[in-house]
T-cell receptor
């Protein structure tokens, strides 16, 4: 049972483009929504995170948009660069159960020079 | 600098072997996790631990067990390896509490032949 659905599975954009990755969740108990970035040969690393009482959060070129009523959230990458080419995972967690993260299926982003 | 270290980057084992994957963290985190990563499926939680000697099943525990005898070390055990356990295995640790970051190891690529 996949509680966090992520799309698209892969995405190719030109340098300077704005890739958008979307996620939808089912469990309304989720109260923390991070995005992780993974480069080949490395473990995932936290990129940016949001809580459900905030509709948008920006950190540098990365923005999370959050729609609580629709149970959806998305990652936007402004002015994308080839160095942003990586796999991106959305995730969600709730209090209890050691704050275990439920991950989406991942999006492989390629930014062409 | 925080660190989660997995004992092996690559492992090749035979069907039926007992396999041990070791993970050590140096951050004094309460929570530790084992995930497996497969293309198109994202990261799926196998087991987690919130304290020494305490463990909980994740979403896909069948065929696996874990051990946490010391706070810094969390081991994943494949009792009798099978070819469908060929995967990338990721260990993570996380401080207890809301909005805390999960830190991942570099992963172990296990091939069962």
């Amino acid at each position: 049972q996949q509680q966090v659905k992520q799309s698209p599975q892969s995405l190719i954009v030109q340098k300077g483009g704005i890739p958008i990755i979307n996620c939808a969740y089912e469990n309304t108990a989720f109260d923390y929504f991070p995005w992780y970035q993974q480069f080949p040969g490395k473990g995932p690393a936290l990129l940016i995170a949001i809580r459900p009482d905030v509709s948008e959060k920006k950190e540098g070129r990365f923005t999370i948009s959050f729609n609580k009523s629709a149970k959806q959230f998305s990652l936007h990458i402004m002015d994308s660069q080839p160095g942003d080419s990586a796999t991106y995972f959305c995730a969600a967690s709730f209090s209890g159960s050691a704050r275990q993260l439920t991950f989406g299926s991942g999006t492989q982003l390629t930014v062409l020079p | 600098d925080v660190k989660v270290t997995q004992s092996s980057r690559y492992l090749v084992k035979r069907t039926g072997e007992k396999v041990f994957l070791e993970c050590v963290q140096d951050m004094d985190h309460e929570n530790m996790f084992w995930y497996r990563q497969d293309p198109g499926l994202g990261l799926r939680l196998i087991y987690f631990s919130y304290d020494v000697k305490m463990k909980e099943k994740g979403d896909i525990p069948e065929g696996y067990s874990v051990s946490r005898e010391k706070k810094e070390r969390f081991s994943l055990i494949l009792e009798s390896a099978s070819t469908n356990q060929t995967s990338m295995y990721l260990c993570a640790s996380q401080e207890d509490g809301w909005n805390t970051e999960a830190f991942f190891g570099q992963g172990t690529r296990l091939t069962v032949v």
